[in-house]
């Protein structure tokens, strides 16, 4: 089945530590994004890539870190500089270029202890 | 600045019950529409989506919206809920035409369904 794994679907953290939340697609789309979801904020952009080995900053990167090393591939780094990194965390991909339709992957809950 | 409203955080109504959910957005050019629903720990689905043509759009699961440019509104609608529609529902903007293609998402409505 073609489609987004998202992996650990539930991770925890010691503050001071980086975690890396793992997206892959066999979707065989061009675009991928993270976005992260807070209760009753919807979702807000992270990271988003269009193509392998470039990725653009979204509206809340600070403390994140990406790559983009393989088309299928694009994981999320969250790093001990994010100082509220508990949340649910979105992957999403998209086909081609410009608006079209996001289609998300199941999301890793990071909970810092 | 694009920008998505939601204005109703929380509704609840009976099963079989008609639905209408909220959703007006501001945008300086012909938007791109969506509305996602979301079960709860899950990543979001698509219900239906507005490019162009016929303002009456259907989606999956019985679910329509009408776009209303003089509005600026493209609301959810349902003409008998099921109890199986209690979830988050999130209506999304973005641009066309090959720009990049971010979506500006709602805060979401938190649907409940009364047996």
């Known amino acids: 089945d073609g489609g987004i794994t998202q992996s650990p679907k539930y991770l925890f953290r010691k503050e001071g530590q980086n975690v890396t939340l793992s997206c892959e697609q066999n979707?065989?789309?061009?675009?991928m994004y993270w976005y992260r979801q807070d209760p009753g904020q919807g979702l807000r952009l992270i990271y988003y890539s269009q193509i392998v080995n470039d990725f653009q900053k979204g509206d809340i990167a600070e403390g994140y870190s990406v790559s983009r090393e393989k088309k299928e591939s694009f994981p999320l780094t969250v790093t001990s500089a994010q100082k509220n990194p508990t949340a649910f965390y979105l992957c999403?991909?998209?086909?081609?270029?410009?608006?079209?339709?996001?289609?998300f992957g199941a999301g890793s809950r990071l909970t810092v202890l | 600045a694009q920008s998505v409203t939601q204005p109703d955080i929380h509704i609840t109504v009976s099963e079989g019950a008609s639905l209408e959910l909220r959703c007006n957005y501001s945008?300086?050019?012909?938007?791109?529409l969506f509305w996602y629903v979301q079960s709860p720990g899950q990543g979001l689905q698509l219900l239906l989506k507005y490019f162009s043509g016929d303002t009456l759009v259907q989606g999956i699961k019985g679910f329509e919206a009408e776009f209303k440019r003089s509005q600026s509104s493209f609301n959810l609608r349902k003409p008998s809920v099921h109890w199986s529609d209690a979830a988050e529902y999130f209506c999304?903007?973005?641009?066309?035409?090959?720009?990049?293609?971010?979506?500006?998402f709602g805060k979401g409505t938190k649907l409940s369904v009364k047996p």
């Open positions: 999403a991909t998209q086909q081609g270029t410009g608006a079209n339709v996001l289609t």
């Open positions: 945008y300086g050019a012909t938007p791109y």
């Open positions: 999304a903007v973005g641009a066309g035409g090959g720009s990049q293609g971010n979506l500006i």
């Open positions: 979707l065989n789309h061009d675009a």
